[in-house]
């Protein structure tokens, strides 16, 4: 786990951050951590977002995939699709095969423990892909759900010890939309489908226009989150 160190202050204030684009948070986080800087990608619409950018403004990011050995055809699809247009080269830190998971944990620890699953496949993972970087992109956005409603362009995480850097914080779904479909990036066709918000097969159903964006992520129960914005350390 990354632990809490001090940082240098930034070149830029909150609310300065707060005030720029997403292509101008993205330049200004490049310039500021320049290799130490890193997207994490789920292949869901933010990610077709973020690696068109970050190629059309021309920067070298590195690209570490999340990938639960859980994720739809389709988006492993997507996966190769964004690749291949962009030439991304990923960091794919390793996890439990699902196999091994059932051995230790016992079978579908999604049902029976869905947090410690995520714990396992998403938030370990993601803890030892990030210690070489002082800085982390993500494609969170405010209006995706209550739980992140705060989120700003830059925040600083603890638990990570990294900067948490959210270029499309203040991006609605529609902007989200209009730029895949201006730039014509390709995205996952699941979300053709109704899937509004997309994760793991056995935690994902598609969304009514009338909920909230990620109310398919975990329907039926109180979770919200994988775990991996949250800033606590149990599982
Ligand atoms: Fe496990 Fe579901 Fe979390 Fe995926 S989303 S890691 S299957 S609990």
């Known amino acids: 786990m990354g632990s809490p160190v001090l940082s240098p202050p930034l070149s830029r204030t909150d609310a300065q951050i707060e005030a720029m684009s997403a292509e101008e948070v993205l330049s200004w986080a490049y310039e500021e951590f320049g290799e130490s800087l890193c997207i994490s ?21 590195d690209i570490v995939e999340l990938d639960t050995h859980l994720f739809f055809k389709e988006t492993y699809e997507t996966r190769e699709r964004l690749v291949e247009r962009y030439g991304l080269t990923l960091i794919v830190p390793e996890v439990l095969t699902i196999a091994e998971q059932h051995k230790v944990e016992g079978p579908n620890l999604w049902e029976s423990k869905p947090d410690h699953c995520c714990h396992i496949r998403k938030v370990e993972p993601l803890i030892r892909a990030l210690e070489p970087y002082h800085a982390w992109v993500s494609g969170i956005r405010r209006e995706q759900s209550p739980s992140r409603a705060n989120a700003k362009k830059l925040e600083r995480s603890d638990r990570y010890g990294v900067w948490k850097v959210q270029p499309l914080a203040d991006w609605t779904e529609k902007d989200v939309w209009r730029y895949i479909m201006s730039n014509e990036i390709p995205y996952n066709p699941l979300h053709d489908a109704g899937y509004r918000s997309i994760g793991c097969m056995p935690c994902t159903r598609p969304t009514r226009p009338d909920e909230e964006e990620r109310a398919g992520r975990w329907a039926g129960s109180d979770k919200l989150e994988c775990g991996i914005h949250v800033e606590k350390t149990d599982s």
Not at 42 to 56: A, G, I, P
Request: net charge negative.
């Open 41 to 61: 990608c789920s292949w869901q619409k933010q990610s077709s977002v973020l690696v068109h950018m970050v190629s059309e403004i021309g920067l070298d990011v």
